[in-house]
């Protein structure tokens, strides 16, 4: 069976500043995608970022940087020059091809970045 | 347009009710799927057609009964709900059931049962 293990329910940081989300996954695949996903308080889930198994070139999308160790199952979410509206809670998911496309979420970290 | 639509927003319903929720997307995606959240809790997935056919139906009661008119359009028809089934119901999309694909979320309808 497939989990997503995040350790931290909440974190905070002040503007400005860099934090990093961590998240550990176990599975038997050998092909499969992992993905952080941003809800904010009462506004939609939106994906953040997004890494391809296969591939061993870290994720990056401007401020928002993954570190990817395959052999380590890890897959933490690096956020730099910490903005207000990074305020929110942060979904790790996995899926892989016999999910069809079915996401597996861990618990959520929830994030406040403090002026 | 990357938007998904869910209506109403908020919806209160007696035990002994029909409700239906509806979801559309106009973003040409084939996959869509109704999950549930409890406050926070990650999404719980319930349901997912795939090109207009049901492809996963995650043991959910069957006073939940999914409903994909056409592919755009997505609803939830809810009857004789229990008061744990109290949520935030999220529909999302995708653009094929497959594991890559990013899935866009709707904004929600928040449901009590009274």
């Known amino acids: 069976a497939q989990t997503v293990t995040q350790s931290q329910p909440e974190m905070s940081v002040q503007e400005a500043e860099t934090v990093t989300l961590s998240c550990t996954y176990d599975?038997?695949?050998?092909?499969?995608?992992l993905f952080w996903y941003k809800q904010p308080p009462s506004r939609q889930m939106i994906l953040v970022i997004r890494?391809?198994?296969?591939?061993?070139q870290n994720a990056t999308e401007n401020r928002f940087s993954v570190n990817f160790q395959k052999a380590a199952k890890s897959f933490s979410l690096k956020i730099s020059d910490s903005q207000l509206g990074d305020t929110a809670m942060y979904f790790c998911?996995?899926?892989?091809?016999?999910?069809?496309?079915?996401?597996?979420f861990g618990k959520g970290t929830k994030l406040s970045v403090k002026p | 347009d990357t938007e998904v639509t869910q209506t109403p927003k908020h919806l209160v319903m007696g035990m002994t009710n029909k409700k239906s929720l509806k979801c559309e997307q106009h973003?040409?995606?084939?996959?869509m799927y109704w999950y549930k959240q409890k406050a926070k809790k990650p999404p719980e997935l319930m349901f997912v057609?795939?090109?207009?056919?049901?492809?996963i139906n995650e043991s959910v009661p069957s006073r939940f009964s999914p409903e994909c008119p056409n592919s755009s359009l997505l609803n939830l028809h809810l009857h004789a709900l229990q008061p744990e089934d109290s949520a935030l119901y999220l529909c999302?999309?995708?653009?094929?059931?497959?594991?890559?694909?990013?899935?866009?979320f709707g904004p929600g309808t928040r449901l009590t049962v009274t």
């Open positions: 599975t038997s695949e050998s092909n499969y995608y």
């Open positions: 999302a999309s995708s653009q094929e059931l497959v594991p890559n694909y990013e899935q866009y």
């Open positions: 890494q391809e198994a296969y591939k061993q």
């Open positions: 998911a996995f899926s892989y091809g016999g999910s069809q496309g079915n996401l597996i």
């Open positions: 057609y795939s090109y207009e056919k049901l492809s």
């Open positions: 973003m040409g995606h084939r996959a």
